[in-house]
């Protein structure tokens, strides 16, 4: 019914919505603001975001056009740990979150002409205590620069350090399609 535009430059969610096998484009429009009140809740944030970037599609698409934007965050006691600013912030970040539990959140939005839905998916995620070397190894091989809370579970961090996972795999990635495609198949088909 719809041509799915999927908002977003991030290689892992063009790949998991391609896992869906529903045809769709990639269009990013530059310069889209992602910040957000401060007062907002920690588990709110990534759900605002994405509203908010879906919204400033809303008024440039066609009737026939839906876009999916998101956003993602990683969550240790009410820290919101976005991207890291550098080698030092990533080593920070994994540092904190070694040897513990921590939740991602990803916001979705689904826009179209006429009409808005917007939901948040969480995940929890435990981590073993990770040493020194293996935080400076992960960080220096693989630049986790581009990502929430500085490590995407899908490469080797996720491989020798997650022990433990409750909820969508696929969210910690960066888009909980399980949820998509119930959300679409029931509201926009």
């Given at each position: ?41 920690a588990d709110e944030i990534a759900e605002y975001i994405a509203r ?40 920070r970040m994994l540092h904190l979150l070694s040897g513990r539990t ?88």
């Amino acid at each position: 019914m719809y041509k799915i535009v999927l908002a977003s430059n991030s290689p892992r969610r063009r790949e998991l919505l391609g896992g869906l096998g529903i045809p769709f484009e990639v269009k990013v429009l530059p310069n889209i603001s992602e910040s957000y009140p401060d007062t907002l809740p920690a588990d709110e944030i990534a759900e605002y975001i994405a509203r908010e970037k879906g919204d400033v599609y809303k008024s440039r698409i066609d009737e026939d056009i839906l876009v999916i934007t998101a956003d993602t965050v990683v969550i240790c006691d009410d820290e919101v740990l976005g991207k890291p600013t550098d080698a030092a912030d990533a080593r920070r970040m994994l540092h904190l979150l070694s040897g513990r539990t921590h939740h991602v959140v990803t916001g979705v939005c689904l826009t179209t002409a006429f009409r808005q839905r917007s939901f948040s998916v969480r995940t929890e995620v435990t981590f073993k205590q990770l040493s020194d070397e293996e935080i400076s190894y992960y960080v220096e091989n693989y630049k986790p620069f581009d990502k929430a809370g500085a490590y995407g579970i899908q490469e080797w961090i996720g491989y020798i350090g997650v022990t433990g996972i409750n909820g969508s795999y696929f969210n910690v990635m960066g888009l909980p399609v399980q949820r998509i495609y119930e959300e679409l198949k029931q509201n926009f088909s």
